[in-house]
């Protein structure tokens, strides 16, 4: 059974096509990702599947709901914990559920139980009493999917969940994540540009750039579509070392980059010898060379020609970090 189905959604800002096209389905129970660089279309898809956002054009349904003819309904089933946080500082964790479950017109005795077995459920019971203002960034998160979770969602979405944190931190709120999905049974959606994130959690994912799908399946099987391992060759005269090797047998897909070649391949470490001496015999000099087994990264690479822009999405993590300092 489908916990969310999306056929030709379409959102414009203006002129500006922010999400274009996406159909896909989730099964119930599944952890799904949205992979890709800031930009995307990742935040502005989740928020129309949470009725935030009004698409353009396109359906799509979660737990059976229809996202643009029954809005209550698709909300009352739904969990979110978006990037910004929403907690308020000067209460405790306790009264920041507690409010929540008011919201939602959860019965007190019930609401206090649900409480207190959600934040066992994050590890925070023992600091429940706690003002929020006095919790780490890594706290804040777990009480942020706990509160989520109050009036038993079967569907959760998580907007970048670990942005911003360490990877400490980040390991841990991913056993949360892992064990919510196992216990619990809940359909996870989360968006995310960290590609070990992705890797790690999600059943499937959709990598997602410009605002449409370029690749969707299991980790696994995308990493596996791009050959056994990588070689990445770094050379000035790449075009040339390109039209020496691209004929090679064991080759399973060649790139040529902005000043490198990526070459897909099994058993790297058995041909890469060869690669070096036909270059050498040509008068190719190499500036490096690395083998690594695929990463998500790799794919994206494949299907879009750029790299993820880590570098660019730190400096964004930085900035919204600041920001929340402020506040
Ligand atoms: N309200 C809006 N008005 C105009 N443009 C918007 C609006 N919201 C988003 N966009 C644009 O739509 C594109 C997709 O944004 P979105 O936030 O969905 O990306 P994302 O993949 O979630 O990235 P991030 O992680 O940075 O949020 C971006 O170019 C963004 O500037």
């Given at each position: 059974m489908y916990a969310i189905t999306v056929e030709d959604l379409v959102k414009k800002f203006g002129d500006f096509t922010a999400v274009n096209n996406l159909s896909f389905n989730i099964e119930s129970g599944e952890v799904f990702g949205?992979?890709?660089?800031?930009?995307?279309?990742?935040?502005?898809?989740?928020?129309?599947?949470?009725?935030?956002?009004?698409?353009?054009?396109?359906?799509?349904?979660?737990n059976g709901f229809d996202i643009r003819t029954n809005e209550d309904d698709v909300r009352k089933s739904i969990g979110i914990v978006f990037q910004d946080q929403s907690l308020d500082e000067e209460l405790t964790a306790y009264e920041n559920m507690d409010f929540h479950g008011r919201l939602y017109r959860i019965p007190k005795n019930v609401r206090q139980k649900k409480i207190i077995e959600l934040l066992e459920l994050v590890e925070l019971d023992d600091k429940k009493d706690n003002l929020v203002k006095t919790y780490s960034g890594g706290?804040?998160?777990?009480?942020?999917?706990?509160?989520?979770?109050?009036?038993?969602?079967?569907?959760?979405?998580?907007?970048?969940?670990?942005l911003g944190l360490d990877p400490q931190t980040r390991n841990h709120l991913w056993d949360y994540i892992e064990k919510l999905n196992k216990e619990k049974g809940i359909t996870i959606i989360l968006t995310t540009h960290y590609m070990e994130e992705a890797d790690k959690l999600c059943h499937r994912v959709a990598i997602v750039d410009r605002g449409q799908i370029i690749a969707l399946d299991t980790s696994e099987k995308l990493k596996n579509d791009i050959g056994g391992d990588v070689i990445t060759i770094v050379s000035q005269q790449k075009d040339d070392l390109y039209s020496i090797i691209r004929s090679l047998s064991e080759i399973k897909s060649i790139e040529v980059h902005d000043n490198f070649i990526t070459i897909g391949l099994q058993n790297a470490e058995k041909h890469v010898a060869k690669i070096v001496t036909m270059a050498s015999e040509n008068g190719i000099t190499i500036e490096s060379l690395s083998i690594h087994k695929p990463t998500l990264e790799d794919v994206f690479l494949h299907f879009t020609g750029r790299t993820i822009r880590e570098e660019e999405a730190s400096t964004k993590d930085k900035m919204r970090m600041m920001m929340k300092g402020r506040r």
């Open positions: 949205l992979l890709g660089p800031n930009g995307a279309g990742k935040t502005t898809t989740i928020s129309m599947l949470s009725t935030m956002l009004k698409p353009t054009s396109g359906n799509a349904s979660v706290m804040r998160r777990r009480l942020e999917i706990a509160r989520g979770l109050l009036h038993e969602p079967k569907v959760l979405f998580l907007d970048e969940p670990t």
